[in-house]
């Protein structure tokens, strides 16, 4: 687009220059006929016949205003529209920076809520959990996973697919069976805690939405990766961990019942900095097809599939 503009720029320069130079040859031209018509011997050696000089000047009035007049004001119209040009991109530039300063404003503001609402997640569990031990979102997920371990010895079916599962040669609908127990499992959690820290997730999911959906930021991949990183390098380890899993379950789900969440994870590659070993297993990343996960072998990144 710069290349484009550029071109028609210069191309627009290159012509009222080329229409005021031939507008000056013109002027002199036309000066040179005058005085040939008016001076018998000065000016005898111009090439001009002075019959041809004489008959041009009974029309010199019309073909000077004329003709220059054309050209000068082509000349002027070209100028007039490179500066309309100049003065639109300036505005662009402008409004292009206004846009940016109203979004990182708004953005950072939501950062700076973050904190707030990760204490209040963590004060909700200690008020709701801490005669089971555990007062914190740390706490509550390593119970989690103590959960999910006695799930295994539970539930034979379970075991077994977890225990078999090879992600680079499962076929689809098995992987989408195991993760459909998986979030099963995940919902009979929190429902037997009950212990509310859903609007966790909810926030985080309007924070990753505002960047990707906000004009500024869209279809700019470098950009919404930039402020998407900001927003991860505030959670913990647990926190992604929850979030992994909830966006699975039916908590995950919109009012038309598609995993919107956990779709968006997926195309941002919100996920890929998780630290494996805080995975109820390591085979889990398959459910985020389109992740390039930082712990995945060379095989394995063989398998995803860069959401565009």
Wanted: proline share 1%.
């Amino acid at each position: 687009m710069k290349c484009t503009n550029f071109n028609i720029k210069t191309l627009c320069i290159i012509l009222a220059v080329i229409a005021f130079a031939v507008a000056v040859v013109l002027a002199i031209l036309y000066l040179a006929i005058f005085y040939c018509h008016w001076h018998d011997d000065m000016f005898a050696w111009i090439f001009i016949d002075r019959n041809i000089a004489s008959q041009l000047h009974n029309n010199i009035g019309d073909f000077l205003w004329g003709t220059i007049g054309i050209l000068l004001t082509f000349t002027t119209t070209l100028f007039l529209f490179i500066t309309f040009r100049e003065q639109r991109e300036q505005l662009l530039v402008t409004k292009e920076e206004s846009d940016k300063t109203r979004f990182e404003t708004t953005y950072f503001n939501i950062l700076g809520m973050l904190k707030q609402v990760q204490e209040t997640v963590n004060a909700n569990i200690c008020s709701c959990l801490s005669d089971r031990g555990i007062h914190n979102l740390v706490e509550y997920y390593t119970h989690f996973k103590r959960y999910y371990t006695q799930s295994l010895k539970n539930d034979p079916d379970l075991k077994q697919i977890n225990d078999n599962l090879e992600p680079i040669t499962a076929t689809s609908s098995v992987i989408e069976q195991y993760e459909g127990m998986l979030a099963d499992l995940y919902v009979r959690y929190v429902e037997e805690m009950q212990c509310n820290i859903g609007y966790l997730y909810r926030y985080i999911f309007n924070a990753i939405k505002f960047v990707v959906d906000y004009c500024y930021n869209k279809g700019n991949i470098s950009d919404t990766e930039h402020y998407l990183n900001l927003l991860q390098a505030q959670l913990s380890n647990e926190e992604l961990c929850f979030i992994f899993y909830n966006a699975i379950s039916k908590y995950g789900k919109d009012k038309h019942g598609v995993w919107k969440f956990k779709k968006m994870l997926d195309k941002t590659q919100f996920l890929e900095n998780i630290d494996s070993s805080f995975l109820l297993n390591r085979n889990h990343y398959c459910f985020y097809s389109h992740t390039s996960f930082k712990f995945l072998n060379r095989d394995e990144l063989k398998k995803v599939t860069v959401e565009k």
